[in-house]
Protein backbone atom coordinates (compact mmCIF):
# COMPACT_ATOMS: atom_id res chain seq x y z
CA UNK A 1 0.00 0.00 0.00
CA UNK A 2 2.64 2.48 0.51
CA UNK A 3 4.54 1.78 -2.85
CA UNK A 4 0.99 2.73 -4.50
CA UNK A 5 0.46 5.74 -2.15
CA UNK A 6 4.04 6.94 -2.90
CA UNK A 7 3.68 6.13 -6.79
CA UNK A 8 0.30 8.45 -6.53
CA UNK A 9 1.83 11.08 -4.78
CA UNK A 10 4.73 11.35 -7.25
CA UNK A 11 2.58 11.64 -10.12
CA UNK A 12 -0.01 13.94 -8.51
CA UNK A 13 3.37 16.21 -7.22
CA UNK A 14 6.05 16.45 -10.83
CA UNK A 15 4.62 13.36 -13.18
CA UNK A 16 7.05 10.56 -12.03
CA UNK A 17 6.55 8.43 -9.57
CA UNK A 18 7.88 8.88 -5.86
CA UNK A 19 10.69 6.35 -5.05
CA UNK A 20 9.79 3.91 -2.26
CA UNK A 21 12.35 3.59 0.66
CA UNK A 22 11.80 -0.23 0.46
CA UNK A 23 12.34 -1.43 -3.49
CA UNK A 24 15.42 -3.53 -3.68
CA UNK A 25 16.09 -2.20 -7.25
CA UNK A 26 19.80 0.03 -7.76
CA UNK A 27 18.92 3.90 -7.80
CA UNK A 28 19.24 4.40 -11.26
CA UNK A 29 16.90 1.67 -12.58
CA UNK A 30 14.18 3.21 -9.61
CA UNK A 31 14.81 6.36 -11.62
CA UNK A 32 13.60 4.95 -15.00
CA UNK A 33 10.13 4.69 -13.38
CA UNK A 34 7.27 6.80 -14.83
CA UNK A 35 5.44 7.75 -18.19
CA UNK A 36 8.28 9.17 -20.44
CA UNK A 37 8.19 10.58 -24.47
CA UNK A 38 11.28 9.30 -26.73
CA UNK A 39 11.91 11.11 -29.22
CA UNK A 40 14.86 10.51 -31.86
CA UNK A 41 15.93 8.00 -34.54
CA UNK A 42 16.29 4.30 -35.88
CA UNK A 43 19.13 4.06 -38.93
CA UNK A 44 18.41 7.96 -39.41
CA UNK A 45 14.44 7.76 -39.63
CA UNK A 46 12.43 10.14 -36.75
CA UNK A 47 10.39 7.93 -34.24
CA UNK A 48 8.64 9.12 -31.71
CA UNK A 49 8.06 6.31 -28.68
CA UNK A 50 5.50 6.43 -25.31
CA UNK A 51 7.59 4.97 -22.69
CA UNK A 52 6.61 3.30 -19.03
CA UNK A 53 8.54 2.05 -16.82
CA UNK A 54 8.09 0.73 -13.69
CA UNK A 55 9.00 -2.11 -11.00
CA UNK A 56 7.52 -5.43 -11.73
CA UNK A 57 8.09 -9.41 -10.61
CA UNK A 58 8.18 -8.39 -7.06
CA UNK A 59 10.36 -5.44 -7.94
CA UNK A 60 13.21 -7.26 -9.34
CA UNK A 61 12.94 -6.03 -12.53
CA UNK A 62 11.99 -2.25 -14.42
CA UNK A 63 10.37 -3.13 -17.04
CA UNK A 64 10.24 -0.91 -19.69
CA UNK A 65 7.16 -0.90 -22.52
CA UNK A 66 8.06 1.37 -25.26
CA UNK A 67 5.33 2.06 -28.28
CA UNK A 68 5.26 3.80 -31.71
CA UNK A 69 2.76 6.43 -31.39
CA UNK A 70 1.78 6.25 -34.84
CA UNK A 71 -1.39 5.29 -36.21
CA UNK A 72 -0.71 2.13 -36.96
CA UNK A 73 2.48 1.53 -34.64
CA UNK A 74 5.59 0.15 -36.98
CA UNK A 75 7.50 -0.67 -33.47
CA UNK A 76 6.49 -1.92 -29.93
CA UNK A 77 8.63 -3.60 -27.08
CA UNK A 78 9.01 -4.42 -23.81
CA UNK A 79 12.31 -4.20 -21.92
CA UNK A 80 13.32 -6.16 -18.57
CA UNK A 81 16.04 -5.06 -16.57
CA UNK A 82 17.19 -6.36 -13.45
CA UNK A 83 20.32 -6.84 -11.03
CA UNK A 84 22.07 -9.53 -11.14
CA UNK A 85 23.27 -10.10 -7.59
CA UNK A 86 27.06 -9.56 -8.03
CA UNK A 87 27.54 -5.80 -7.64
CA UNK A 88 26.25 -3.35 -10.00
CA UNK A 89 25.98 -6.02 -12.91
CA UNK A 90 22.66 -6.45 -14.51
CA UNK A 91 20.84 -8.82 -16.92
CA UNK A 92 18.52 -7.33 -19.76
CA UNK A 93 15.68 -8.92 -21.15
CA UNK A 94 14.79 -7.22 -24.68
CA UNK A 95 11.56 -8.31 -26.55
CA UNK A 96 9.80 -6.36 -29.04
CA UNK A 97 7.86 -6.84 -32.16
CA UNK A 98 10.33 -8.07 -34.54
CA UNK A 99 9.32 -11.76 -32.81
CA UNK A 100 10.79 -14.23 -30.19
CA UNK A 101 13.40 -15.09 -32.51
CA UNK A 102 15.04 -11.68 -31.06
CA UNK A 103 15.00 -12.02 -28.00
CA UNK A 104 17.54 -14.62 -27.66
CA UNK A 105 20.34 -13.94 -25.84
CA UNK A 106 19.94 -12.05 -23.20
CA UNK A 107 22.25 -8.95 -22.31
CA UNK A 108 25.03 -8.39 -19.56
CA UNK A 109 25.85 -5.17 -18.54
CA UNK A 110 26.82 -2.79 -15.81
CA UNK A 111 25.39 0.20 -13.69
CA UNK A 112 28.80 2.83 -13.84
CA UNK A 113 28.01 6.25 -12.19
CA UNK A 114 24.52 7.83 -13.97
CA UNK A 115 24.52 4.89 -16.84
CA UNK A 116 23.33 1.76 -17.53
CA UNK A 117 25.02 -0.22 -20.33
CA UNK A 118 24.54 -3.91 -21.30
CA UNK A 119 25.68 -5.72 -24.53
CA UNK A 120 23.36 -8.37 -26.28
CA UNK A 121 25.34 -11.04 -28.25
CA UNK A 122 23.24 -11.56 -31.05
CA UNK A 123 24.68 -13.76 -33.12
CA UNK A 124 24.44 -11.94 -36.74
CA UNK A 125 26.32 -8.24 -34.54
CA UNK A 126 26.55 -7.56 -31.38
CA UNK A 127 24.66 -4.66 -29.85
CA UNK A 128 25.62 -2.56 -27.32
CA UNK A 129 22.25 -0.03 -25.37
CA UNK A 130 23.70 2.69 -23.11
CA UNK A 131 20.82 4.56 -21.08
CA UNK A 132 22.44 7.88 -19.41
CA UNK A 133 20.52 10.12 -16.95
CA UNK A 134 21.03 13.57 -16.37
CA UNK A 135 20.07 14.60 -12.84
CA UNK A 136 19.72 18.13 -13.87
CA UNK A 137 17.23 18.10 -16.45
CA UNK A 138 15.94 14.60 -15.05
CA UNK A 139 16.33 13.46 -18.54
CA UNK A 140 17.52 10.13 -20.37
CA UNK A 141 19.61 9.05 -23.35
CA UNK A 142 19.47 5.75 -24.99
CA UNK A 143 21.74 5.20 -27.63
CA UNK A 144 22.14 1.60 -29.06
CA UNK A 145 24.98 0.73 -31.47
CA UNK A 146 25.70 -2.55 -33.48
CA UNK A 147 29.30 -3.35 -33.83
CA UNK A 148 31.38 -4.09 -36.84
CA UNK A 149 33.86 -6.78 -37.93
CA UNK A 150 36.63 -4.08 -37.03
CA UNK A 151 35.46 -4.04 -34.02
CA UNK A 152 34.05 -0.28 -33.98
CA UNK A 153 30.44 0.54 -32.59
CA UNK A 154 27.96 2.25 -35.19
CA UNK A 155 24.95 3.97 -34.60
CA UNK A 156 21.86 2.37 -34.55
CA UNK A 157 19.74 4.77 -32.35
CA UNK A 158 19.42 7.55 -30.42
CA UNK A 159 16.43 8.89 -27.92
CA UNK A 160 16.05 11.83 -25.85
CA UNK A 161 14.17 10.34 -22.79
CA UNK A 162 11.78 13.15 -21.39
CA UNK A 163 8.92 12.77 -18.91
CA UNK A 164 5.24 12.66 -20.86
CA UNK A 165 3.65 16.19 -20.66
CA UNK A 166 0.31 14.25 -21.38
CA UNK A 167 -0.95 10.81 -22.57
CA UNK A 168 0.10 10.09 -26.06
CA UNK A 169 -2.14 8.27 -29.04
Do not use: C
Not at 7 to 26: S, T, V
Not at 68 to 87: K, L, S, T
Amino acid sequence: MRRISAMLLGIILGGQPAIAADDPRPELLRLLDGHWTMTGDVMGKPVLYDLKAGPVLANTFTELHMKDVAPRPEYEARVFIGQDGEGQGIIAHWLDSFGARYSIPHGRGRIVGDSISFIVPYKKTPFRDTFSYDRVKKTWRLVIESRQEDGSWKHFARYLIQPAVKSLP
